[in-house]
Structures are given as C-alpha cells and as structure tokens.
C-alpha cells in the first residue's frame, strides 16, 4: 500500500516559482516503483506533467511532458521519502489542482494515469496577475 499527501500549491504571479512536495508512505518495497505528477485544469482532463521510474537493477529514468521539460524538474529525497516538482516560469497555463501518483506493479506508460495505482488529494496552483 502507498500514500501520497502533496503540499505547496499556492497563488503566484506569472513568471513566478514554486516546488511542490509530495510525501510518500510505503508499507512494503517492490523491485519497480514510478512516481508522477499530473495536473488537471478546470474543464480539462487530467495530464501528465513528470515522472520518475525505479528499478531496483538500476534501469529507470526521469520523464517530462514536452510543455513543461523546459521549466519543471522533478526530483526526489529517498531519506526524506518525498517526491517534488519545481516549477519555473510559471504561466497561466499552469493554473490547475496538481496531483501525485504512485505505481508499485504492472509497469506502464509513465503519461497514462491508469498506470498509477495511488493517488494524492491534490494540491491547487494558481497562477494570475
């Protein structure tokens, strides 16, 4: 079982910054976990935003929609247990509840949400002069 809680939505400015964290709980290890962001906007579907894969035999990587691979970083602290997102140059574009998943089995595609078996409440980004 995973538990995903985010925090660090906020309002901000276009052109503004803003890292975003999502806190991991995992009651056991798996030999592949992918962790992601995703955002959906009012009125829109849910879109991938990044992604990290892990494997414990070392294949993995770090993916980005092209939309934001310019000016959104994914990382994560493994001691701390918790998954970001910074956000650069925000537009308004980018206004929408922001959202952390997680996925223990079954490797997919990391942009499609029904890869994901876990899902954090969200938290609302809003950008606007």
């Known amino acids: 079982q995973v538990h995903l809680v985010e925090s660090g939505g906020d309002s901000v400015q276009p052109g503004g910054s803003l890292r975003l964290s999502c806190a991991i709980s995992?009651?056991?290890?798996?030999?592949?976990?992918?962790a992601g962001w995703f955002r959906q906007a009012p009125g829109k579907e849910r879109e991938e935003v990044a992604a990290?894969?892990?494997?414990?035999?070392?294949?993995?990587?770090?993916y980005y929609a092209d939309s934001v691979k310019d000016r959104f970083s994914i990382s994560q602290d493994k001691v701390e247990n918790t998954l970001y997102l910074q956000l650069n140059s925000l537009k308004p574009e980018a206004t929408a509840v922001y959202y952390c998943?997680?996925?223990?089995?079954?490797?997919?595609?990391?942009?499609?949400?029904?890869?994901?078996?876990?899902w954090g409440q969200g938290t609302q980004v809003i950008v606007s002069s």
């Open positions: 998943a997680g996925a223990d089995r079954s490797p997919g595609a990391w942009y499609l949400p029904d890869s994901y078996m876990y």
């Open positions: 990290i894969v892990e494997v414990k035999r070392g294949w993995g990587g770090t």
């Open positions: 995992r009651s056991t290890t798996s030999s592949y976990f992918m």
